[in-house]
């Protein structure tokens, strides 16, 4: 098979997996987690691929462009960066799912359900005995924001290893360019499908009464929890 197209195969399937790493999902599940419905939280795996995509192909072609490799200690310094960014983001899901449980009363959690080619999904809340429907966000509010910064941190950080290998397997500079764009393409496509995957039940029981919260409570625990053991295994 010619060499540049099985660089593409090969980081399209890579790229799929690499969307799958422990440390991937359990950050996009904190932001998952705070969205009100599908297309929220769908959005945040797209936007996690596209900041993962452009800070992979920008440092990975440096890289690969000038025939460099990242020190282990910079590559160990940049994983120690991922594990404290999960720690900060389970910290705030936590503080957010407080505040949720404390500004909301479980009973005055209702999901809307209106239908119409006109209709928007979001939620309900009851304040002072009036109903506010809130409409999916923008696609760039902080959320998307956050999505996009946590996608580039892990972009970097796993630019040391993908840089490697296409530098010790590919001997042609535009290989190794069809490679990365590959790789990140299939990475975008895997997270967006995953988090489209994660999103549906999450919106489904963001309807539930305390359910929203519980979410959040997990999803933090677990991203604390990861980010210390991610830490312990780098020193």
Request: no cysteine; hydrophobic share 60%.
């Amino acid at each position: 098979m010619d060499p540049v197209l099985s660089a593409a195969a090969l980081g399209f399937v890579l790229g799929l997996q690499h969307a799958t790493d422990p440390d991937h999902v359990v950050a996009v599940a904190t932001i998952v987690t705070r969205e009100k419905g599908f297309l929220g939280g769908a959005r945040v795996g797209l936007l996690w691929g596209l900041g993962h995509t452009l800070a992979l192909a920008a440092a990975g072609g440096v890289l690969v462009a000038l025939d460099l490799t990242v020190p282990l200690s910079v590559a160990r310094g940049l994983e120690l960066l991922v594990a404290a960014m999960l720690v900060v983001l389970g910290a705030m899901r936590l503080r957010e799912a407080a505040r949720g449980i404390v500004a909301v009363a479980p009973s005055e959690r209702v999901a809307d359900h209106q239908h119409g080619p006109r209709a928007r999904h979001g939620a309900v809340h009851a304040h002072d005995g009036h109903a506010h429907v809130h409409p999916e966000p923008a696609l760039l509010d902080a959320a998307g924001i956050r999505a996009i910064t946590v996608g580039a941190v892990h972009g970097v950080a796993g630019t040391a290893a993908v840089a490697l290998l296409v530098l010790a397997t590919l001997h042609t500079a535009f290989a190794a360019a069809v490679y990365l764009a590959v790789f990140g393409l299939g990475t975008l496509a895997g997270m967006t499908a995953l988090t489209a995957l994660m999103a549906y039940p999450a919106a489904r029981l963001a309807g539930v009464p305390r359910m929203r919260a519980a979410m959040g409570v997990v999803s933090g625990l677990a991203a604390i929890v990861f980010g210390f053991w991610y830490a312990a295994r780098l020193v």
